[in-house]
């Protein structure tokens, strides 16, 4: 009886490790498209991903680049202070959206130009996302709103 009721609880906790593992690997499949990594114009410059790769570009947009396009089409140029990136866009741009302003931009680095799905800039004069801010301060070229 001993031998049957420890047989029975081997067979439980294999049986909820299998349950465990196919339900992690379900997750991690179903989070594949969703994990996107962020990269600061300096890293893309350095080692450019794969053209099928989605990511997260983010710094500064250059002063001078913005150029507005027929329709929704726009280009312009995201930059650390270091190295910049080309970047198109087809879509409604945030409102706080310009030049020597930060943003983060998702999508795909296609031909040495970036083309973004997606857009996001700062929601306040103070406000930088944190990708952004250490990416500046690690090329040297952050000054903080309020100056330090």
Not at 23 to 38: C, E, H, K, S
Not at 90 to 100: C, K, M, N, S, V
Not at 108 to 129: C, N, Q, S
């Amino acid at each position: 009886m001993k031998g049957l009721k420890k047989r029975r609880r081997v067979q439980v906790i294999v049986v909820a490790a299998l349950a465990l593992a196919l339900a992690t690997g379900l997750v991690g499949y179903a989070m594949r498209d969703g994990i996107n990594f962020f990269r600061s114009p300096t890293q893309v410059a350095e080692h450019p991903p794969d053209p099928a790769e989605v990511f997260r570009i983010g710094g500064l947009v250059e002063e001078g680049s913005l150029v507005r396009g027929q329709g929704e089409a726009v280009s312009f140029r995201v930059t650390d202070g270091n190295a910049s990136i080309p970047v198109s866009y087809r879509g409604i741009l945030p409102d706080l959206f310009g030049e020597g302003q930060g943003t983060v931009a998702t999508g795909r680095l296609v031909a040495g130009v970036f083309e973004a799905r997606e857009i996001l800039a700062k929601h306040d004069e103070t406000y930088m996302p944190k990708e952004v801010v250490d990416a500046l301060k690690e090329q040297g070229h952050w000054m903080a709103p309020d100056g330090s």
